[in-house]
């Protein structure tokens, strides 16, 4: 990439490559203003500069080391594209460093890069630049067969078949060419020097010269192609304001900008009492990263192919929800900077509302998607504003919402009380015990209380918790929800008043490690009550039986010949990444056999269709918990081991659904182990 002689023989190169070069980054700059960071600004504050320096590493993992692309290849789901996307990646980021070096360097001052690398190093640089641009050429074009031709399923989506991305293969495929046509020119030229060694280069400049050019047309030849190579370059810059590939700019500054606390913790409304809207329903009322998000999206469709709403016909899709926010603050963007008010809605008109109800909160596609997009946050947000603005929610998530505020629980109907689980065992219970007399409060949680099926995972947890000499207690009739169904449903006020009722009883008892049973309330009361002041030592039931079996103050003894297939429950393992407790109390138990739900399981669980309020919810179409049940029944295990109580619901149901009953059933890993110790 030698650059040539001065324009016209008079002026000096380095002014004509300067002065394209400020005009591009001058458009450049002009345009990511004018069509991205101004209508970004337009979203309300977010506090997302805190641990720069954490910030920072993690962005570099994410970005140099495209650690999110690399977590997509599997050989198993024979998803190879993330290989293909480094290999593009990391050219590109060769290519730019070899315009620093031997366009704009050179192009400045000739010996700069022999004086950089010395001539041996400029020699081997530029046969590996040949190399690349040779491999990327071979990337892109399994890229575009991959897109037009096998097309995979999150590749059959419209926005992932526009134009734009073969405007961008094509672009970037010129820039590759063209530094193979102008190292060829410049060795057909017959010009030596450490550049000539390009090996790629070499093999087209013999082709050049077989076919009869002489020097002085390949001389010619050298210095079009560099220049057209230059312009391309240049004009990659100013296309990408306009292109999907603003990823490229918008990207880095997201994952800089990413969520640092645990996956399934959503952000509270500060100040509610004095909060003038609620939730998300016209732009300003999105936080920046949020709109950031949208122009983040690299529209590869991985949220979308690994949503469960998604892959079971409902209308939710993550990425179109990301893009038709987005969509909409470009549409309406001279409204909207003039503050005005846009005739078309949000919700409603861009996002339609069933999408926003469809969601189950279940982190698939925060986990899979390469950039750090937090679609959930959206999500909620509008959730919030349909709920806390509009008053409007489905009819069931209303009656659910009403009983908590009435009744402390979402189970509308229930004839138990707090107090029938355990009746007739020996539970201290605060309140009719000294605070003093217990190490640890076991949080019971409403569906192991008030739900008959899931009581028997209370009184499993009681009987392994007194085997093993932990010394705890319950609230009892005191215990309420945490407010968790109601949060996720989008009524962050209901959500918020619980949430003090339980700091308040907690702090009175002056509570300091909590035990929980149900994923749900794990995640709330760890990573949610301390945003409004209650922070406390949380576990699930998981970690400390794990814990206290490596201890051997419990022995599994009695053999239970069963196989487990286990199902992890999206808030246990995608949110909190809890993965081999369960599976290790599981490995504890004599005679169990624990096999995987394999590729869907630990970090690509399938949810079980329980989340996001969706317990409470009526569901259209094909179900969710039956195609999980479908997961466990194709691994001909006769046991879904789980470690939650609505997982367990919805496997139950599944399977009578499917009518496998008989041969088939659902347990929590608390019923199986207190079946070995007995």
Known sequence: ????????????????????????????????????????????????????IKRLIGATLIVLGQRKVLQSVSLTRRDLAGLGHVTIF???????????????????????????????????????????????????LWALVRRWVTKPHRLTFDLTRSGDAVIIVTLIASLMAFTLLTEAAYIA????????????????????????????????????????????????????????????????????????????TLSPIKDLEQAQTFGAGRIPDFTWKELLDGYACAVCGRCTDACPANLTGKVLSPMHI???????????????????????????????????????????CVYECPVTVEH???????????????????????????????????????????SDWYKGLDIKVLGETQVSDIDVLLWVGCTPALEQRSQGMARAAAAVLKRAGVNFGILGPQETCTGDPARRMGNEYLYQTMARQNIETFNRYNIKKIVTICPHCFNTIKNEYTQLG???????????????????????????????????????????????????????????????????????????????????????????NHVRTGHFIDTKANTVGVSCPFCLQMFEEGITAKGVQDSKQAKDLLEILVESLE
């Not at 324009?7 to 002065?19: A, D, K, M, R, T």
């Not at 690398?117 to 071979?138: E, H, K, N, P, W």
């Not at 963007?333 to 919700?347: F, N, Q, R, Y």
């Not at 009744?407 to 707090?418: A, D, L, M, Q």
């Open 534 to 624: 209650g922070n406390y030592q949380v576990e699930h039931y998981t970690e400390l039986v794990s814990e206290l079996i490596r201890q051997g103050k419990i022995k599994p003894v009695k053999t239970i010949e069963t196989k487990v297939a286990y199902h992890d429950s999206c808030y246990l393992g995608r949110h909190n990444g809890v993965y081999d407790p369960p599976r290790e109390i599981a490995k504890a138990i004599p005679g169990v056999q624990l096999v995987e739900m394999e590729p869907r399981c630990r970090e690509r669980g399938f949810c079980c269709g329980a989340g996001g309020g969706h317990m409470w919810m009526e569901e259209q179409g094909v179900r969710v």
């Open 322 to 364: 990301v893009e038709n926010v987005k969509g909409y603050l470009v549409e309406h963007k001279s409204a909207l900077i003039k503050g005005e008010a846009p005739d078309a809605a949000v919700i409603g008109g861009a996002i339609p509302v069933q999408a926003l109800w469809d969601c189950l909160t279940c982190g698939a």
């Open 376 to 418: 959930i946050d959206s999500i909620v947000d509008m959730r919030r504003y349909l709920v806390l603005e509009k008053s409007e929610m489905p009819e069931m998530a209303m009656n659910a919402m009403m009983n908590m505020e009435q009744r402390g629980h979402p189970w509308r109907g229930t004839t138990f009380t707090r």
């Open 1 to 52: 990439m030698v650059p040539p002689g001065d324009i016209f023989g008079v002026i000096p190169i380095w002014i004509g490559i300067y002065l394209a070069l400020l005009v591009a980054l001058s458009l450049h700059g002009y345009l990511l203003y004018q069509r991205v960071f101004r209508l970004i600004f337009l979203g309300k504050t977010a506090a997302r500069f805190d641990q720069p």
């Open 90 to 140: 990391l050219g590109f980021l060769s290519m730019v460093l070899s315009y620093g070096i031997l366009i704009f360097g050179d192009g400045a001052w000739r010996p700069f890069s022999e004086t950089l690398l010395t001539s041996t190093g400029v020699r081997v640089f530029t046969s590996y630049i040949d190399i690349v641009a040779a491999v990327v050429l071979l990337a892109l």
């Open 189 to 264: 030229a017959g010009k030596g020097g450490p550049a000539a060694s390009a090996p790629i280069g070499g093999v087209i400049a013999r082709v050049f010269e077989g076919a009869g050019m002489g020097q002085g047309v390949a001389n010619m030849l050298q210095g079009l192609f560099w220049w057209i190579h230059l312009m391309i370059i240049l004009g990659f810059a100013v296309y990408i304001p306009f292109s999907k590939h603003m990823h490229m700019v918008a990207s880095p500054l997201n994952a800089f900008f990413r969520r640092l606390e645990p996956r399934g």
